[in-house]
């Protein structure tokens, strides 16, 4: 019987330690005890394989999205869309279409990665890092868009980036020379100061130390699409961190004490901070640990992307893993308020373990006219269907169609008016196509 030894305890100081080499000495002589893994993957249909990835569940399903690339492929061909994968039970995997392409003359014309999606009343919001490659203007610059969905299927992209680094005045900020737009990896969760609102981070470039990318952050009052800078979290840059790169940040709360996950570029690459407030100063902030630390039994090296979800009160872990080209999940077990372990996830109990793809080929696009606008399906056989009209609530205030659709195109009106008869103020607005128990919604304004 393999007798494990005992966890080092995670040292919480008062402060970060003034030279960062000396904090970790002695934490890296010992090689991690490995042993074989039998956690649950994803592992995309080759050639394809994954970056950074996030997780949600809806109605008993799992739908994982990662940035989807070849790596081999000359640069301009990888990581151009966002993979979309879907389990019941974090073991079976079906994979569906991808998500999120490039628009080739929108700002997001050249790659797509680092997606993360927080869900609110209404709807789930994708954010992304969109890359504008335009020469000699753009040159790879990174920034920051959204998507939006009521179903985690039908996507609608907002127009512009919600945030870059020309709204930051601390980054190093120069978007027609290579590298100097680098702005990315986006993660977004609930304000604990304030009900309602968002703490962005995401990874950047100093404009005094171009030469290291370190986590920087934002804040919302409540609109998803609006932020404000709130300064870098210098407790990320190479002097604490031993890294040129830090990035994909992962925040999350445990017993009153907040937990700072990232990847740099070391040998071991996941490392880890906390702190007693996730907008803490430099001060606030413990030493670094590495994930291998804390999980010697586990071979975290191959690993980065670290991210976190509690669902029905177990909190998952998961990370990209390039030993096996694709993403991990393990469970968090808390042996104290700093310390824990990660096992192999639970097993869901449920009958959708292997949901199938929605129905391929139908279309919904709404087209505007100075009557009201024209809802334009097509469909690739004759089937049941059902198209209403929603507002930016939810509320369904038009049926516009309920049977069967012909086979190919149809083209359904909307007046402008509500199912009681009265006109409807301008706004946003959503129609809502359900065929095969499947759902597609298209986003559009109406101007009176």
Known sequence: MKVRPAKRPFRVVAGLCAVAAACLAGSLAAPPVVRESHASYFVPTPPWRPKEATLVRR?????????????????????????????????????????????????DNHQIWAPHIVETDTLYYMFYTGITHSPPDWIHHQRIGVATSPDLVNWTRLPEPVLECLDVPWTYCIPSMEGAGDFR?????????????????????????????????????????????????????????????????????????????????????????????????????????????????????????????????????????????????????????LNFDLIDPWIVDTALSVPQPPLAGVRLVPVLGAGGVRLVVDTPRSLEARLWIADVSGRRIQLLHEGRLPRGRSELPWDGRASAGFVMPSGVYFAVLETAGERRVARFARLR
């Open 59 to 107: 109605q008993g399903l799992f739908h994982l999205y990662y940035t989807r690339g070849i790596p081999t492929a000359p640069f301009d061909s990888t990581w151009t869309e966002l993979g979309h994968a879907v389990s019941g039970d974090l073991y079976n995997w079906v994979e569906w279409a991808p998500e999120i392409p490039p628009r080739a003359t929108e700002w």
């Open 185 to 337: 990896d986006p993660y977004v969760m609930p304000d604990p100061d304030s009900a309602g609102h968002w703490i962005m981070y995401y990874t950047a470039r100093h404009r005094d130390a171009p030469g290291e990318l370190l986590i920087g952050a934002a804040r919302s009052t409540g609109d998803l699409t609006q932020w404000t800078g709130a300064g870098p979290l210098f407790n990320t840059a190479q002097r604490y961190t031993l890294s040129s790169v830090t990035e994909t940040p992962d925040v999350f709360e445990h017993q009153g004490r907040w937990f700072l996950l990232y990847t740099t570029w070391n040998k071991h690459p996941i490392g880890i901070q906390t702190a007693l407030h996730p907008l803490a100063d430099s001060s606030g902030w413990s030493a670094q640990q590495f994930l291998h630390e804390q999980v010697p039994f586990n071979n975290t090296d191959p690993s980065f992307g670290p991210e976190h979800l509690v669902v029905d009160g177990h909190e998952l872990y998961y990370h990209a893993n390039s030993a096996v080209d694709g993403i991990e999940f393990l469970e968090f077990v808390w042996e104290d308020s």
